[in-house]
């Protein structure tokens, strides 16, 4: 690992972009400090998994129709008065 200072970083720039992507790892200083560290970035991303997958269950009888549904499609309940639109 390499380090160099701000001002050498900023003159050499394009180089040092080029030789991170070489797989080198470069460290620049201000004023004999690290401040920021040039590495390649990862070639592959991990799979994404959405957390919420795991935890949801499609009952089995998700699609079929009952009387129930029938009624509160049409707002047909005789155990609700109908109300006055």
């Known amino acids: 690992m390499e380090t160099i200072n701000v001002f050498d ?3 050499q720039f394009s ?3 080029a030789r991170a992507e070489g797989g080198e790892e470069i ?3 201000r004023h004999g400090h690290p401040v920021a560290r040039l590495m390649p970035m990862p070639t592959t991303r991990p799979d994404r998994v959405p957390g919420w ?3 949801f269950d499609v009952p089995d009888d998700f699609n079929d129709w009952t009387q129930a549904d029938e009624a509160d499609w049409f707002d047909d309940r005789p155990d609700q008065p109908a109300t006055a639109s």
């Open 27 to 29: 460290v620049i200083l």
């Open 9 to 11: 970083a900023k003159a």
């Open 15 to 17: 180089k040092l972009i």
């Open 53 to 55: 997958v795991a935890e």
